[in-house]
């Protein structure tokens, strides 16, 4: 096993991702930091989300310089576990970040996210998330020869004991059954936006049961579903459980 470990994971919106910041939050030897790129993304594409001159007040928007503080702290030895969306890397060069943290991408079936984004941001389109850029950032990861792991957030909620230990084993990490439950309220390494997307984890004390969800989307929709699709689809197909 190794001293230390920095662990970035790329995931999508209304998924999984703040929960699973939680889990690792509850290991004694890592440290979370929550969507540090959210000031950047929004500046740079100037869409409206909930809280966004908020989010861009509270913290850097120099996407580059973030990129580069992310590898120093690696390079520094300290643990470290990133919460990253994926349409929130736009035109950035991280090469050094993504060739020496170990990627995780955290997926979800395109129609469950659209349709659970839909009731915070209206219409949303393939751009907004994120499953097109995991995909062309798999894709960076492995042309630069870094660790990439894929993960699929519905096998997590069916099995989180065995799944997440499947996936310390991939980050060469002992499995702390800590990750499995925490106390319920918010966390201080919260981004300030917690308070508009966070209140199912809040109320939360550990991994939802899973459920089976029957979505139906409306027909914009369901054209986003079919562009996104094949890119879940690639990933899924990568997944340590499939």
């Known amino acids: 096993m190794i001293p230390f470990s920095n662990i970035n994971m790329w995931a999508g919106p209304r998924n999984i991702s703040t929960t699973m910041m939680y889990s690792f939050a509850q290991r004694a030897d890592i440290k979370v930091v929550d969507e540090p790129l959210y000031a950047y993304y929004l500046k740079k594409t100037g869409i409206q989300h909930p809280g966004r001159e908020d989010v861009i007040a509270s913290m850097s928007d120099n996407g580059q310089e973030i990129m580069e503080q992310l590898a120093a702290w690696h390079e520094a030895g300290k643990s470290l576990f990133v919460k990253n969306m994926g349409q929130h890397y736009i035109d950035l060069d991280g090469s050094r970040f993504l060739n020496k943290m170990k990627q995780v991408f955290l997926i979800r079936r395109p129609d469950q996210v659209i349709h659970s984004f839909?009731?915070?941001?209206?219409?949303?389109?393939?751009?907004?998330?994120?499953?097109?850029?995991?995909?062309?950032?798999?894709?960076?990861?492995?042309r630069l020869g870094g660790?990439?792991?894929?993960?699929?957030?519905?096998?997590?909620?069916?099995?989180?004991?065995?799944?997440?230990?499947?996936?310390?084993?991939?980050?060469?990490?002992?499995?702390?059954?800590?990750?499995?439950n925490w106390e319920t309220g918010g966390r201080p390494e919260d981004g300030i936006w917690a308070k508009h997307w966070y209140a199912n984890v809040h109320k939360s004390n550990g991994f939802k049961p899973y459920q089976e969800k029957r979505v139906e989307l409306k027909e914009e929709l369901r054209k986003v579903e079919a562009e996104a699709k094949p890119f879940y689809d690639r990933l899924f197909e990568r997944s340590i459980i499939a």
Not at 150 to 169: A, Q, T, W
Not at 170 to 179: G, I, N, S, T
């Open 147 to 180: 660790k990439a792991i894929v993960l699929d957030s519905n096998e997590v909620l069916k099995n989180p004991r065995y799944v997440l230990g499947k996936l310390c084993e991939e980050l060469e990490l002992e499995f702390d059954e800590a990750m499995l």
């Open 118 to 142: 839909s009731k915070v941001v209206p219409e949303p389109a393939l751009k907004d998330i994120g499953i097109g850029r995991q995909w062309e950032i798999f894709q960076e990861v492995q």
